[in-house]
């Protein structure tokens, strides 16, 4: 490691001692959401660039970027603070004359307003493919129940001296990163931890990711030849859920257990539910959200969330989750769930630690139990293997006497929530 960091060392001297020589350099640029604060209602967003491919190396010099907000949302811009490429010499860089003036913001409309950062002495800071981060922007909050909608403006070409960028204004290749894109936006965020039972270790904290490993989601290529693959598309889809969104994956992230449809409600009848939302759940338990919330469909008051997977019991929160300035948060994981103040079911306690979902619920053509028409559904199938299924209640790709114990230490039980 100590022999690469003075390889970069030494590229980056020899470069900046070749000084106009070098070839113009394509960047890109981005705007990232550092965060929110909510007591202060200030949103904070990093401008940040990077050279678009290892022949593109440069020198940062003089620099605008200049974007645009809706003044009705957000107000009162400011440098909340310089980043990397800093008013002074910039820290960790062995050049000592590389010197920015102070960084400086201004607009010639409301709603506009260019980043400005001034080379004073030295050829700039050398940057590469990593993101570089150039400052730090505040906005004041002025309405957080609609879309934030900051917007780069691109004025001049993406190629850029190697020794001036004469004007960046928000140019370049815009890169859309999960947290980071050219238009932010404030819709409300969903964060929500969950378990499944029989997929769960409790010893480790972390659930299997086998159908995942095996290629059997929806999409993928199965890594046995002879398996035949899971059609593209979200699994809830059809009767009882019939979810529309159509949502196609084929490539998924080597933690994701499988998907889950989320919902968020007033209580626990058909008729409550105000929004709808598909996630693909983790190994830790954190669901990923993959569809755009809709802030506007959202009643602002405390909601119940609910999760519905295709094997296992529903959950719902067991009260309703306050609205935290733009986000709802919530872990099933160390709680259990609604369960009709103790009448009912709610979740599975794992040894003293964890909560799980009752594995067991996978005929869903009867709402909220685990019972017969489970247990003909898994006798259908029970020898199955290699392919995506309901009855497949611990996610490995098998049907087998693993499923069969797991409905039997669950036969009878319950939980009256509906959609």
Not at 58 to 78: G, H
Not at 156 to 162: E, H, I, R, T, V
Not at 302 to 323: A, C, D, G, N
């Amino acid at each position: 490691m100590k022999v690469q960091k003075l390889v970069v060392l030494l590229v980056f001297m020899l470069f900046y001692s070749l000084g106009k020589a070098q070839p113009r350099g394509e960047y890109d640029i981005r705007l990232v959401e550092d965060s929110i604060d909510c007591t202060l209602m200030k949103y904070y967003v990093d401008i940040e660039i990077k050279a678009t491919s290892g022949t593109t190396f440069f020198f940062v010099a003089n620099q605008s970027y200049r974007f645009s907000y809706d003044e009705t949302v957000l107000a009162n811009p400011q440098i909340a603070q310089e980043l990397e490429i800093s008013g002074t010499t910039p820290q960790g860089w062995p050049l000592p004359d590389i010197v920015y003036a102070p960084h400086n913001l201004n607009g010639s409309t409301v709603g506009m307003v260019s980043y400005n950062v001034i080379l004073s002495s030295g050829n700039g800071l050398p940057v590469l493919l990593d993101y570089v981060k150039v400052g730090r922007v505040s906005f004041d909050i002025v309405d957080m129940d609609k879309d934030f909608g900051l917007t780069l403006h691109s004025l001049a070409s993406q190629l850029q001296p190697a020794l001036a960028i004469d004007e960046i204004y928000g140019g370049g290749i815009y890169t859309v990163e999960e947290g980071s894109t050219n238009d932010l936006q404030s819709d409300v965020g969903i964060d929500v931890h969950v378990f499944l039972e029989g997929v769960l270790d409790p010893a480790t904290g972390l659930m299997h990711t086998k159908l995942n490993e095996l290629g059997l989601l929806p999409g993928q290529t199965p890594t046995n030849s002879l398996v035949v693959a899971t059609p593209a598309g979200q699994p809830y889809s059809g009767t009882p859920w019939n979810h529309a969104t159509s949502m196609n994956i084929t490539t998924y992230a080597p933690t994701v257990v499988d998907w889950v449809l989320l919902s968020l409600r007033t209580d626990r009848f058909a008729g409550d539910v105000v929004y709808k939302t598909l996630g693909l759940l983790h190994k830790d338990g954190h669901v990923e959200m993959l569809e755009e919330i809709d802030f506007d469909t959202i009643p602002n008051v405390p909601l119940y969330i609910s999760i519905q997977t295709r094997t296992h019991m529903k959950v719902m929160s067991h009260v309703p989750v306050e609205r935290n300035c733009h986000s709802f948060s919530y872990d099933f994981r160390y709680q259990n769930s609604w369960n009709s103040s103790g009448s009912s079911f709610g979740q599975k306690q794992v040894g003293t630690t964890y909560y799980v979902m009752y594995g067991g619920d996978v005929d869903k053509s009867v709402g909220g139990d685990i019972g017969g028409f489970d247990s003909i559904l898994l006798s259908q199938q029970e020898g199955y293997f290699g392919f995506y299924h309901a009855a497949d209640m611990n996610l490995d790709g098998d049907i087998n006497a693993l499923e069969q114990a797991l409905w039997s230490s669950n036969s009878g039980i319950g939980v009256p929530i509906f959609d």
